[in-house]
């Protein structure tokens, strides 16, 4: 599909460069993955390795949590009507879901930064356990992934308000879009690996 | 120029099994053991050195003869000697790949075998029980507690002959790596958990023990000794260390945990009364008491000490 | 900070390494200034995203690297033969060996061989750069300000000193404190943010550039093992990233991963470090087999044995590098079970290498060696390697490992596998391909006593230690016992015969410079088989005017037969080629500051150079640099001039 999207490109070469940067970011991906895999499994062996901080059954609050995970969820499909107008070449339908979905991202952060503090006030920082090192560190690399990614989509809204739809634009933003969902995958693993089996062990 | 190489080839064969007889012979520590487990290991070397000598036999003659025979600025070359576009043969490769697998399958079945009979006491002295020794590392020093005797030795241990010694195995601070090289092969001590070692004495002596792995500057000096002795004079050790070694105090031995050097000592009490390093509980036991420590170095130039190279020697 | 806590003080030879550096340095900048070649080094060379050239770039840091990791080895030798002299005290000893192996694996072996992947792996598959050239500028700038940032650790702030594994709780800040271990943790995650885009980078030219009809199993071997080695990079660098991120946020931010407080646990660190690690190793061996295979193949001028078992070979090794990494710690105290598995698939991996012994063999078979220097190296790494490869065996079985484990005996294992398997492959892959490099071959004489020299010097050196660790001598101990100086001082003249043996390399470099004839021929050696000898030298800009049709393994070898080349003057179109750019170099050099500022904690400067990298990521986000076009005339005019047309 994004190939189409491309084939339209005024150069050839700018095709083939277009679907290089979306094999190259594919890798990329893998790369994360095994970084977060890595972190998952961090967090799996220091898992109960509370030390004298609370136990995370007694400070997640499945509320909160069930939020996030719906504004992430909804941001995720927001992107992808955001991409379902970009393929039907309507700029301003692009830009408007792309500005809803960070909007989403932003409340996301907002919520994750109120948690942290909350935690933090209740005594289990990132400094008190193990255990707690673990949980900031994964829950906090996925929330500077979602950081940088409502960055990178204000950068691509300027580019397309300034260059509008073509070759290039569009495939940054696929690649954006692609990022974007990936990290509701991984938070998607959070959720279930931290928070429900945290909240119910 | 068959016939010729031939008794030399056979000539050749027996310089890796004059080389594994030089090793069985030789007073290389690790090929000179003084008990059952260094033993165990020993013969599990010697029978998979006989392997890589037969691959490295294998592998050398068929190097040289190629690259001898088909170089290419060799006399009288014959055409017929010369296939460019030769570049494959599937029984040869099967073969070639069926024999290493052979091979992997012969040294894992002794490997596994041997494995698991290293987490048990020796066979040869099952019928005493093993005696017990927490063998602590603390930066740079080794701690060595009798909780059956009540006893507790720093940087040297003795040990009866023909009975497995079960050291409990922790460190107060880094990790270390405890090992007597002719009684047997080593295992970490790390601070919150706990290993066990078997190692057994057949022969009374006097044996070096260290810190193999590395733990910063005074590592090379977490020397220790093991005297292996028969139980009657193990237990008299035992008895004078009772009745004159002095008691240690929980002040002696936290300031006994700083990183530091220190000589053989002596004492007639444990640690083991106010912590346990190999639990959770004594983990960090060093640490919070000593945490500032490690911002001096100590300066050692020459491991002053027996043994070592020094310019006194 | 007191500028005396600031660079390190009290050490003579520390006071020696900063009067060389502050020579060398205003050396350079003397005769840059004196010959008016400012402008020259920032357009041809820091600005620029030519694979060829940023392959140049990092053979000569990884060969300056290689110079440092060397006078680090031979310290240690000097100590261990004459510990009476007091050469250097426990301290400098223990920073000497981290260094050492720090600097050999992650800054001398690893960019070395990327530096070769670079030049070659494009020209062999036909292509004209990299699929993102940018990015290709930006790993060699992380590369190179990570070795610059590891490196000036030894006279500013102090070296690290907890091994080049940095076990933990050593390495942590309770017992490691002072900057030392934060150089080797940015030092490292700065230059492994290079090494993993380059592996993506490299996954994608191979997969996406390859010339018409070269289908996979048609690729040079060289390429392949580096398409198999671009796979562990993207798989196991994360790993390491993450590690040395948890290790830092411990040390600098106080959280308790690898620490005795807080329940934190310590051994996590050796899991996750070897979990890199042991994929690690195969990263620097398997493009070293891909040269061997090259040169091996070329010079007994037949096609290599066994083509599709060696791709596979390479491609099982790969999978179980990911398997094995327990067999760094058997002695940790697993239980027989885990210890076990473990012995079995380490063993296993002797099973596809020793298939790829036999294949180089059989190439060997009713061949025509010549005994060129790329293939005596080549050929050397035959029986040098099989000894470190069986010992490394004996070293997987866990039942007798727990004698050999921390001592010389696997001191020389490794040894015994890494310089037969990757010095010797740099050495003979920079021999091999240098004329394509630099338009003229290195001297065949001067070659060939540096080979022997070094050879022996490497087995005299070496061979000793295995009975030195039988005989119970624990590795990184820097004073020995009388009985060992024997062995000892045996393996130190071993030592400086390789130091020599390396001189006289450089010394080649030199003399062929100033002597050796110039190339006119693209195929230098005159048996090239594989693309890289179809382009003229010195190769253009855009490597191949034309690019050819590929319909076997040997490409140019098909090519010379049917009297082709890569010069099809009907075809010619515009190339289009990426533009010069000096963002890598810069944002690189603000991203060393950030981490240079990290290392000594001063957090708002750090926070502020990272701030710095990120403005130049926006900036390159605006770059709409679209690059240029070679045209048609200019192509002629190159390609006829390198003809001779």
Same mark, same amino acid.
């Given at each position: 599909?994004?190939?189409?999207?491309?084939?339209?490109?005024?150069?050839?070469?700018?095709?083939?460069?277009?679907?290089?940067?979306?094999?190259?970011?594919?890798?990329?991906?893998? =790369?994360?993955?095994?970084?977060?895999?890595?972190?998952?499994?961090?967090? *799996? +062996?220091?898992?109960?390795?509370?030390?004298?901080?609370?136990?995370?059954?007694?400070?997640?609050?499945?509320?909160?949590?069930?939020?996030?995970?719906?504004?992430?969820?909804?941001?995720?499909?927001?992107?992808?009507?955001?991409?379902?107008?970009?393929?039907?070449?309507?700029?301003?339908?692009?830009?408007?879901?792309?500005?809803?979905?960070?909007?989403?991202?932003?409340?996301?952060?907002?919520?994750?930064?109120?948690?942290?503090?909350?935690?933090?006030?209740?005594?289990?920082?990132?400094?008190?356990?193990?255990? /707690?090192?673990?949980?900031?560190?994964?829950? &906090?690399?996925?929330?500077?992934?979602?950081?940088?990614?409502?960055?990178?989509?204000?950068?691509?809204?300027?580019?397309?308000?300034?260059? !509008?739809?073509?070759?290039?634009?569009?495939?940054? +933003?696929?690649?954006?879009?692609?990022?974007?969902?990936?990290?509701?995958?991984?938070?998607?693993?959070?959720?279930?690996?931290?928070?429900?089996?945290? $909240? +119910?062990? | 120029?068959?016939?010729?190489?031939?008794?030399?080839?056979?000539?050749?064969?027996?310089?890796?099994?004059?080389?594994?007889?030089?090793?069985?012979?030789?007073?290389?520590?690790?090929?000179?053991?003084?008990?059952?487990?260094?033993?165990? #290991?020993?013969?599990?070397?010697?029978?998979?050195?006989?392997?890589?000598?037969?691959?490295?036999?294998?592998?050398?003659?068929?190097?040289?003869?190629?690259?001898?025979?088909?170089?290419?600025?060799?006399?009288?070359?014959?055409?017929?000697?010369?296939?460019?576009?030769?570049?494959?043969?599937?029984?040869?490769?099967?073969?070639?790949?069926?024999?290493?697998?052979?091979?992997?399958?012969?040294?894992?079945?002794?490997?596994?075998?041997?494995?698991?009979?290293?987490?048990?006491?020796?066979?040869?002295?099952?019928?005493?029980?093993?005696?017990?020794?927490?063998?602590?590392?603390?930066?740079?020093?080794?701690?060595?507690?009798?909780?059956?005797?009540?006893?507790?030795?720093?940087?040297?241990?003795?040990?009866?002959?023909?009975?497995?010694?079960?050291?409990?195995?922790?460190?107060?601070?880094?990790?270390?790596?405890?090992?007597?090289? @002719?009684?047997? !092969?080593?295992?970490?001590?790390?601070?919150?958990?706990?290993?066990?070692?078997?190692?057994?004495?057949?022969?009374?002596?006097?044996?070096?023990?260290?810190?193999?792995?590395?733990?910063?500057?005074?590592?090379?000096?977490?020397?220790?000794?093991?005297?292996?002795?028969?139980?009657?004079?193990?237990?008299?050790?035992?008895?004078?260390?009772?009745?004159?070694?002095?008691?240690?105090?929980?002040?002696?031995?936290?300031?006994?945990?700083?990183?530091?050097?220190?000589?053989?000592?002596?004492?007639?009490?444990?640690?083991?009364? /106010?912590?346990?390093?190999?639990?959770?509980?004594?983990?960090?036991?060093?640490?919070?008491?000593?945490?500032?420590?490690?911002?001096?170095?100590?300066?050692?130039?020459?491991?002053? &000490?027996?043994?070592?190279?020094?310019?006194?020697? | 900070? #007191?500028?005396?806590?600031?660079?390190?003080?009290?050490?003579?030879? %520390?006071?020696?390494?900063?009067?060389?550096?502050?020579?060398?340095?205003?050396?350079?900048?003397?005769?840059?200034?004196?010959?008016?070649?400012?402008?020259?080094?920032?357009?041809?060379?820091?600005?620029?995203?030519?694979?060829?050239?940023?392959?140049?770039?990092?053979?000569?840091?990884?060969?300056?690297?290689?110079?440092?990791?060397? =006078?680090?080895?031979?310290?240690?030798?000097?100590?261990?033969?004459?510990?009476? $002299?007091?050469?250097?005290?426990?301290?400098?000893?223990?920073?000497?060996?981290?260094?050492?192996?720090?600097?050999?694996?992650?800054?001398?072996? $690893?960019?070395?061989?990327?530096?070769?992947?670079?030049?070659?792996?494009?020209?062999?598959?036909?292509?004209?750069?990299?699929?993102?050239?940018?990015?290709?500028?930006?790993?060699?700038?992380?590369?190179?300000?990570?070795?610059?940032?590891?490196?000036?650790?030894?006279?500013?702030?102090?070296?690290?000193?907890?091994?080049?594994?940095?076990?933990?709780?050593?390495?942590?800040?309770?017992?490691?404190?002072?900057?030392?271990?934060?150089?080797?943790?940015?030092?490292?995650?700065?230059?492994?943010?290079?090494?993993?885009?380059?592996?993506?980078?490299?996954?994608?030219?191979?997969?996406?550039?390859?010339?018409?009809?070269?289908?996979?199993?048609?690729?040079?071997?060289?390429?392949?093992?580096?398409?198999?080695?671009?796979?562990?990079?993207?798989?196991?660098?994360?790993?390491?990233?993450?590690?040395?991120?948890?290790?830092?946020?411990?040390? %600098?931010?106080?959280?308790?991963?690898?620490?005795?407080?807080?329940?934190?646990?310590?051994?996590?660190?050796?899991?996750?470090?070897?979990?890199?690690?042991?994929?690690?190793?195969?990263?620097?061996?398997?493009?070293?087999?891909?040269?061997?295979?090259?040169?091996?193949?070329?010079?007994?001028?037949?096609?290599?044995?066994?083509?599709? =078992?060696?791709?596979?070979?390479?491609?099982?090794?790969?999978?179980?590098?990911?398997?094995?990494?327990?067999?760094?710690?058997?002695?940790?105290?697993?239980?027989?079970?885990?210890?076990?598995?473990?012995?079995?698939?380490?063993?296993?991996? *002797?099973?596809?290498? !020793?298939?790829?012994?036999?294949?180089?063999?059989?190439?060997?078979?009713?061949?025509?060696?010549?005994?060129?220097?790329?293939?005596? /190296?080549?050929?050397?790494?035959?029986?040098?390697?099989?000894?470190?490869?069986?010992?490394?065996?004996?070293? &997987?079985?866990?039942?007798?490992?727990?004698?050999?484990?921390?001592?010389?005996?696997?001191?020389?294992?490794?040894?015994?596998?890494?310089?037969?398997?990757?010095?010797?492959?740099?050495?003979?892959?920079?021999?091999?391909?240098?004329?394509?490099?630099?338009?003229?071959?290195?001297?065949?004489?001067?070659?060939?006593?540096?080979?022997?020299?070094?050879?022996?010097?490497?087995?005299?050196?070496?061979?000793?230690?295995?009975?030195?660790?039988?005989?119970?001598?624990?590795? @990184?101990?820097?004073?020995?016992?009388?009985?060992?100086?024997?062995?000892?001082?045996?393996?130190?003249?071993?030592?400086? $015969?390789?130091?020599?043996?390396?001189? %006289?390399?450089?010394?080649?470099?030199?003399?062929?410079?100033?002597?050796?004839?110039?190339?006119?021929?693209?195929?230098? /050696?005159?048996?090239?088989?594989?693309?890289?000898?179809?382009?003229?030298?010195?190769?253009?800009?855009?490597?191949?005017?034309?690019?050819? #049709?590929?319909?076997?393994?040997?490409?140019?070898?098909?090519?010379?037969?049917?009297?082709?080349?890569?010069?099809?003057?009907?075809?010619?179109?515009?190339?289009?080629?990426?533009?010069?750019?000096?963002?890598?170099?810069?944002?690189?050099?603000?991203?060393?500051?950030?981490?240079?500022?990290?290392?000594?904690?001063?957090?708002?400067?750090?926070?502020?150079?990272?701030?710095?990298?990120?403005?130049?990521?926006?900036?390159?986000?605006?770059?709409?640099?679209?690059?240029?076009?070679?045209?048609?005339?200019?192509?002629?005019?190159?390609?006829?001039?390198?003809?001779?047309?």
């Amino acid at each position: 599909m994004s190939e189409n999207q491309l084939n339209a490109g005024p150069l050839e070469y700018r095709t083939h460069e277009g679907q290089m940067n979306i094999t190259g970011f594919w890798i990329f991906l893998a =790369a994360e993955i095994a970084l977060f895999a890595t972190l998952f499994a961090t967090y *799996a +062996v220091l898992f109960g390795r509370t030390a004298d901080a609370p136990s995370p059954g007694e400070l997640f609050q499945p509320g909160i949590v069930l939020v996030m995970t719906f504004l992430l969820l909804t941001s995720s499909f927001t992107c992808g009507v955001a991409i379902h107008n970009m393929r039907e070449g309507t700029v301003k339908g692009l830009i408007t879901w792309l500005i809803i979905t960070i909007v989403l991202g932003l409340a996301f952060l907002g919520f994750e930064i109120y948690e942290f503090v909350h935690y933090s006030h209740e005594g289990a920082t990132m400094q008190s356990s193990s255990y /707690w090192s673990a949980f900031y560190v994964l829950a &906090g690399t996925h929330g500077v992934h979602v950081t940088l990614g409502i960055g990178w989509v204000i950068l691509l809204l300027i580019q397309l308000k300034q260059r !509008g739809l073509t070759a290039v634009t569009s495939n940054k +933003v696929f690649i954006v879009s692609l990022y974007w969902h990936f990290l509701d995958v991984i938070w998607i693993f959070i959720f279930t690996s931290v928070y429900l089996i945290g $909240m +119910v062990v | 120029m068959n016939q010729q190489r031939h008794p030399f080839k056979k000539w050749l064969a027996l310089v890796p099994l004059g080389f594994i007889v030089f090793l069985s012979g030789c007073e290389l520590a690790v090929l000179d053991p003084a008990g059952p487990v260094a033993q165990s #290991q020993k013969d599990l070397m010697i029978y998979s050195l006989y392997f890589m000598f037969g691959i490295i036999i294998v592998v050398f003659v068929a190097f040289g003869v190629m690259v001898f025979k088909y170089r290419d600025n060799k006399p009288n070359r014959k055409d017929e000697d010369y296939k460019p576009n030769l570049h494959g043969n599937t029984l040869i490769e099967v073969v070639w790949t069926v024999i290493p697998i052979i091979i992997v399958t012969a040294l894992s079945i002794p490997t596994v075998t041997t494995l698991f009979e290293l987490e048990k006491p020796p066979e040869s002295s099952a019928d005493k029980e093993p005696l017990v020794v927490y063998a602590t590392s603390a930066d740079w020093k080794w701690f060595f507690s009798y909780p059956e005797q009540g006893i507790e030795t720093v940087n040297y241990l003795h040990i009866p002959t023909d009975r497995a010694i079960e050291f409990h195995l922790s460190s107060a601070d880094s990790m270390a790596s405890f090992w007597i090289p @002719r009684l047997g !092969g080593q295992k970490y001590g790390m601070a919150g958990m706990e290993n066990i070692l078997y190692l057994q004495a057949d022969v009374p002596g006097t044996y070096n023990g260290r810190n193999a792995n590395f733990n910063g500057e005074g590592f090379t000096a977490q020397t220790f000794e093991v005297q292996a002795q028969p139980q009657e004079q193990f237990d008299t050790w035992v008895q004078e260390t009772q009745e004159q070694a002095p008691e240690l105090t929980q002040d002696e031995y936290d300031s006994l945990l700083k990183p530091s050097l220190v000589e053989e000592m002596t004492f007639s009490s444990t640690h083991l009364q /106010w912590v346990d390093h190999g639990t959770n509980a004594g983990r960090d036991y060093s640490i919070i008491r000593h945490r500032n420590a490690y911002d001096e170095t100590l300066h050692i130039e020459n491991v002053p &000490g027996p043994g070592w190279i020094s310019e006194n020697e | 900070m #007191q500028l005396d806590e600031f660079f390190v003080t009290g050490e003579p030879l %520390i006071y020696g390494g900063m009067v060389a550096i502050a020579l060398v340095t205003s050396a350079i900048l003397f005769i840059l200034t004196y010959f008016k070649k400012w402008g020259w080094l920032w357009r041809e060379w820091l600005t620029t995203v030519d694979h060829k050239k940023i392959g140049i770039m990092y053979i000569l840091s990884a060969l300056a690297m290689l110079f440092r990791g060397g =006078a680090d080895a031979l310290m240690m030798r000097t100590q261990l033969a004459f510990p009476n $002299m007091q050469f250097l005290n426990a301290q400098h000893y223990d920073e000497i060996f981290t260094t050492h192996g720090t600097v050999m694996i992650i800054f001398m072996a $690893m960019p070395f061989l990327i530096g070769l992947m670079n030049i070659i792996v494009p020209l062999q598959i036909g292509a004209r750069d990299f699929a993102f050239p940018f990015v290709n500028a930006l790993s060699f700038w992380s590369f190179f300000f990570g070795a610059m940032l590891f490196n000036i650790s030894f006279v500013i702030g102090g070296a690290p000193d907890a091994g080049w594994t940095s076990y933990t709780p050593l390495a942590g800040a309770a017992m490691s404190p002072g900057p030392g271990q934060n150089f080797y943790l940015m030092g490292l995650q700065l230059s492994g943010i290079g090494t993993l885009a380059t592996g993506i980078n490299l996954m994608v030219t191979i997969l996406k550039m390859r010339a018409p009809g070269m289908t996979l199993f048609k690729m040079p071997i060289f390429t392949w093992s580096t398409f198999i080695t671009s796979f562990i990079i993207v798989f196991a660098f994360p790993i390491l990233t993450v590690a040395l991120a948890l290790m830092t946020i411990d040390r %600098i931010f106080g959280s308790q991963f690898f620490t005795l407080t807080g329940e934190g646990m310590p051994m996590m660190w050796a899991n996750l470090f070897w979990m890199w690690g042991h994929p690690e190793v195969y990263i620097v061996i398997l493009p070293a087999f891909g040269i061997f295979s090259e040169v091996i193949a070329t010079f007994a001028r037949k096609r290599l044995f066994g083509y599709n =078992a060696m791709v596979w070979s390479i491609i099982l090794i790969a999978g179980l590098s990911f398997l094995v990494w327990v067999h760094h710690f058997f002695t940790m105290g697993a239980g027989a079970f885990v210890n076990s598995v473990f012995s079995i698939t380490t063993m296993l991996i *002797a099973v596809p290498t !020793g298939v790829k012994i036999f294949n180089w063999l059989a190439t060997l078979y009713k061949s025509r060696i010549v005994l060129t220097v790329p293939m005596l /190296w080549s050929l050397a790494f035959i029986p040098s390697f099989v000894i470190g490869g069986v010992t490394g065996v004996m070293l &997987g079985m866990a039942a007798t490992d727990y004698q050999y484990h921390n001592t010389y005996f696997l001191v020389s294992h490794f040894h015994y596998v890494l310089i037969p398997g990757t010095v010797f492959a740099c050495f003979a892959g920079l021999v091999y391909w240098y004329p394509k490099m630099f338009g003229h071959k290195l001297n065949e004489r001067i070659g060939k006593w540096s080979f022997w020299l070094f050879l022996i010097g490497f087995h005299v050196c070496f061979f000793p230690q295995y009975f030195l660790g039988l005989d119970g001598m624990a590795r @990184r101990i820097f004073t020995i016992t009388p009985e060992w100086f024997t062995l000892n001082f045996i393996s130190t003249m071993g030592a400086f $015969m390789m130091g020599l043996a390396f001189a %006289i390399f450089v010394y080649c470099i030199y003399y062929s410079y100033r002597y050796s004839e110039r190339e006119i021929s693209g195929d230098a /050696w005159g048996y090239g088989r594989t693309l890289e000898w179809a382009t003229p030298t010195p190769i253009p800009a855009y490597n191949f005017a034309t690019v050819p #049709q590929v319909n076997t393994h040997d490409a140019f070898l098909e090519m010379k037969e049917k009297g082709k080349t890569t010069f099809d003057e009907e075809n010619l179109e515009p190339i289009h080629m990426p533009n010069n750019t000096g963002k890598p170099f810069i944002m690189m050099g603000i991203l060393f500051f950030a981490s240079f500022f990290l290392v000594f904690e001063w957090i708002t400067l750090a926070v502020i150079g990272l701030i710095g990298g990120l403005v130049m990521m926006i900036i390159r986000s605006f770059d709409y640099d679209d690059g240029h076009h070679i045209e048609v005339d200019e192509i002629k005019r190159t390609e006829r001039a390198a003809r001779g047309l």
